[in-house]
């Protein structure tokens, strides 16, 4: 473990469902990112929270809702999605100010039928 | 503009020797330099890391040495493990508006032949 958990691991859902997607991190960060990772293409930032304001929101279609209500857990709330949502989507921790190394989760692997 | 981008997709090694992952940038803000690996089913994890005053860090059998002339990087793994095995991306960093902003490259697949 990183320090860094995420549910569910796997996730299946129709385009029409809505679910939400979890973090949680212990490590005393302030800090907290979502990143989307496809095959064969580079880790795509969708949202950073730094002391649980969202500080980025990176041109992400709003079918991906954010929210963060505190500074250890982050959640993404997905609805109406499209078959190219299907990724893995982790998220990451870090500590503002401190040198940037991230503590990724494991991810949530996401397929949308 | 900001781009990480990395020179070979798939790296094939014996076990024991030496690997080396290359990587460019194009951002001469970034402030540091960082290397995940990532292994299957799991997420990025943080390898080393190198400030962009400095040009070379070495850590447990790794080192990292930075050109800023020629804005590449790259990770060197001695006496390589079968545990090597793995995705490896560069990342850089820029501070923005007083936060991090990292940027990471597609990534490149290290095989360890035994």
């Known amino acids: 473990e990183t320090g860094v958990t995420q549910t569910p691991r796997h996730l299946v859902m129709g385009m029409t469902n809505k679910k939400s997607l979890k973090c949680e991190q212990h490590?005393?960060?302030?800090?907290m990112y979502w990143y989307k990772q496809s095959a064969k293409k580079p880790l795509e930032l969708m949202f950073v929270?730094?002391?649980?304001?969202?500080?980025e929101n990176n041109s992400v279609p709003s079918r991906f809702s954010p929210e963060c209500p505190n500074s250890s857990h982050l959640f993404l709330h997905l609805h109406t999605l499209q078959p190219e949502d299907s990724a893995l989507y982790l998220c990451?921790?870090?500590?503002?100010?401190?040198?940037?190394?991230?503590?990724f989760g494991s991810g949530t692997r996401l397929t949308v039928v | 503009g900001e781009s990480v981008g990395l020179h070979l997709p798939t790296l094939s090694v014996q076990e024991g020797d030496n690997s080396i992952i290359n990587c460019a940038y194009s951002?001469?803000?970034?402030?540091?330099f960082i290397w995940y690996k990532q292994e299957s089913g799991k997420g990025p994890q943080f390898i080393i890391d190198?400030?962009?005053?400095?040009d070379k860090r070495q850590g447990q059998r790794v080192t990292v040495l930075l050109n800023k002339t020629v804005k590449h990087l790259s990770l060197q793994i001695a006496a390589t493990q079968p545990g090597d095995s793995a995705v490896y991306f560069c990342?850089?960093?820029?501070?923005?508006?007083?936060?991090?902003?990292?940027?990471f490259g597609t990534g490149t697949k290290l095989q360890v032949i035994p």
């Open positions: 990451a921790s870090s500590q503002v100010g401190g040198i940037p190394r991230y503590t």
């Open positions: 490590l005393g960060h302030n800090a």
């Open positions: 929270y730094n002391f649980k304001e969202q500080t």
């Open positions: 951002n001469s803000a970034s402030d540091y």
């Open positions: 190198i400030r962009s005053n400095m």
């Open positions: 990342a850089e960093n820029m501070e923005s508006g007083g936060y991090q902003k990292v940027t």
